[in-house]
């Protein structure tokens, strides 16, 4: 199969090279300038139509050998069987080099349509206006920056996270100097920047793992607010009995689909308590505890394979970044495979495409070089020393 499809691909290339010499060939014989432009725009829209169709097609088939070795792997796994370099796909994924779209020149000025025309990002605004309609809930604001780093530092400090995950994971999510609600793709500030992704915050969560953790962890973080409200009086007493209420408002509508990734995301993705869920990240009691509990489940998860030494601030890092199944499957890599595997095999092909670093480093031993080198240069900004300090 895939022989088939590199041949029809490679055959296409070629024959859009013909095609391309055409119209100079075509000049010899009587046409109007209108119908030989209209003619050539025709040639090249089929040629590239017919070019496109083989890529993906052989596109296609690359990602389904990923995801098919990805499940082998685990089922080898399950039956403690050794997982060897034949189980990853070692080849990195296709690139498109055929024709380029052509102009239309009945609309030269007009930008050609995307090849799939993409959903608007929501931004922190949507996630804030859907929390208030569907939960009545407002998420009450650190007093400053340092104020939220603090709290960090004490929820993570208490469940067992070290000092250098935490800061070293926060230098390489937001560069070193991102604020609690920071959002991917708009850090740092700059004219016309445009989100890249929902992900939010100092280890940037996205909506789908915020509805996984309250699914998951609602009634713990439920518990944790209601000791708080215990040492409150007066009017912040009442404040923190409003909050824990849309808390659990928000717990319960996590709990209306099955407890699993695909399911939260199809919830996250389509509807309007989905995207206000999210708002619960920039809150100054609850947004620790979500932030410390995604980092804590790789922890646990690691153990729960059998993995006991501590997690370096690089794997806890890739566990965040990929999943903690694909994180882990990096982590367990001895050092000959991870020279040799690409990094694709550790992602959805959404992902991948939308991951520069995981591109661009090509293979598992240069990622986790990058990811080092990126937490050693950003840790020296002085939003990373800030959460150093808070510990």
Do not use: C
């Not at 206000?276 to 922890?299: E, F, M, N, Y």
Request: charged fraction near 25%; hydrophobic fraction near 40%; avoid cysteine.
């Amino acid at each position: 199969m895939w022989r088939r499809f590199f041949l029809n691909y490679a055959w296409l290339l070629a024959a859009g090279m013909l095609i391309a010499a055409a119209p100079s060939f075509a000049q010899s014989f009587p046409s109007t300038p209108k119908a030989t432009a209209a003619g050539d725009y025709r040639t090249k829209a089929e040629q590239y139509a017919l070019a496109r169709r083989a890529f993906e097609e052989v596109t296609s088939a690359y990602w389904k050998a990923i995801a098919e070795k990805r499940r082998a792997r685990n089922a080898k796994r399950r039956s403690n069987e050794p997982i060897e370099l034949n189980d990853y796909v070692l080849t990195q994924p296709p690139i498109y080099q055929g024709p380029p779209r052509p102009v239309d020149p009945a609309s030269p000025d007009r930008e050609p349509p995307p090849e799939q025309r993409k959903p608007e990002i929501p931004v922190v605004g949507d996630f804030l206006k859907a929390a208030s309609e569907q939960f009545q809930f407002v998420p009450e604001r650190p007093d400053s920056e340092i104020a939220f780093k603090r709290a960090y530092a004490k929820v993570a400090s208490a469940a067992g996270l070290t000092r250098d995950q935490i800061v070293r994971i926060y230098a390489f999510e937001t560069g070193g100097n991102g604020s609690y609600d920071a959002q991917a793709g708009l850090v740092p500030p700059r004219p016309n920047a445009r989100a890249i992704s929902p992900a939010v915050g100092y280890n940037q969560l996205l909506t789908t793992n915020s509805i996984g953790l309250l699914a998951e962890h609602g009634d713990k973080f439920v518990t944790t607010l209601r000791q708080k409200a215990k040492e409150l009086t007066g009017d912040q007493k009442s404040a923190m009995e409003y909050k824990i209420e849309a808390l659990r408002r928000m717990v319960a509508f996590s709990r209306t689909v099955p407890n699993v990734w695909n399911e939260h995301d199809i919830l996250a993705k389509t509807t309007a308590g989905g995207l206000g869920i999210h708002a619960a990240v920039l809150d100054r009691d609850i947004g620790p505890l979500l932030q410390t509990q995604k980092l804590l489940d790789s922890v646990l998860f690691a153990r729960r394979r059998g993995y006991t030494p501590p997690l370096t601030a690089a794997e806890l890092e890739m566990m965040n970044f990929t999943g903690d199944g694909n994180g882990l499957d990096m982590v367990l890599m001895p050092p000959s495979l991870r020279q040799q595997v690409p990094t694709a095999n550790f992602f959805q092909q959404t992902g991948y495409e939308r991951n520069p670093i995981a591109r661009r480093t090509g293979v598992v031993a240069a990622l986790i070089a990058a990811i080092e080198t990126k937490m050693d240069q950003a840790s020296q900004s002085q939003g990373a020393k800030d959460l150093a300090a808070a510990f």
